[in-house]
T-cell receptor, first 110, second 114 residues
Framework: GQQLNQSPQSMFIQEGEDVSMNCTSSSIFNTWLWYKQEPGEGPVLLIALYKAGELTSNGRLTAQFGITRKDSFLNISASIPSDVGIYFC??????????FGPGTRLSVLP | EAQVTQNPRYLITVTGKKLTVTCSQNMNHEYMSWYRQDPGLGLRQIYYSMNVEVTDKGDVPEGYKVSRKEKRNFPLILESPSPNQTSLYFC?????????????FGPGTRLTVL
């Protein structure tokens, strides 16, 4: 099946730093979703993007739908310990199901 | 409270012993789906259902069955589990499914097949 690439696979940052991660695909999508998964829990939707070039924020999180429609980016500003978790991107296209990336594991050091 | 529930949360079983993992949602969602999550591979879709009595294969359907007799329930059945089905399983639902609805995930079922 189709696969998405997420970068980086994992990252360790200091509390207060900004975080950037991205997701790329060989195919175009018309929807990008970003999820966060905490230990022992299911993924929780953070941001949904429906239009190429769209920039959407949710608190300290900002995500962008790449203009090529083959990538998306997630930024977290001023990280805090509760940002720890695995961040997944998912891409969707008309008539097809969502495809998930392998995730970016974020660790925040106090 | 709107939610997706799964049972059991943890299960250890032996090869060949049939098992069912239940999934239920209380949001009147049409679309439901099962995923498995393995380290480094993210979430891979097993089966999905667009509505009652409508199911279809996802990316990794081998060794699994599903049914959708009621809108709220979408059980995952392993007729003869094998060790390579040891994984973390998630059920998800959304209002309209593909690209137009955001999915809500259950808490997960961690399955170990010995």
């Amino acid at each position: 099946g189709q696969q998405l690439n997420q970068s980086p696979q994992s990252m360790f940052i200091q509390e207060g730093e900004d975080v950037s991660m991205n997701c790329t695909s060989s195919s175009i999508f018309n929807t990008w979703l970003w999820y966060k998964q905490e230990p022992g829990e299911g993924p929780v939707l953070l941001i949904a993007l429906y239009k190429a070039g769209e920039l959407t924020s949710n608190g300290r999180l900002t995500a962008q739908f790449g203009i090529t429609r083959k990538d998306s980016f997630l930024n977290i500003s001023a990280s805090i310990p509760s940002d720890v978790g695995i961040y997944f991107c998912a891409g969707g296209y008309y008539g097809q199901n969502f495809v998930f990336g392998p995730g970016t594991r974020l660790s925040v050091l106090p | 409270e709107a939610q997706v529930t799964q049972n059991p949360r943890y299960l250890i079983t032996v090869t060949g012993k049939k098992l069912t993992v239940t999934c239920s949602q209380n949001m009147n969602h049409e679309y439901m789906s099962w995923y498995r999550q393995d380290p480094g591979l993210g979430l891979r879709q097993i089966y999905y259902s667009m509505n009652v009595e409508v199911t279809d294969k996802g990316d990794v359907p081998e060794g699994y069955k599903v049914s959708r007799k009621e809108k709220r329930n979408f059980p995952l059945i392993l007729e003869s589990p094998s060790p390579n089905q040891t994984s973390l399983y998630f059920c998800a639902s959304s209002l309209a499914g593909v690209t137009s609805g955001t999915q809500y995930f259950g808490p997960g079922t961690r399955l170990t097949v010995l």
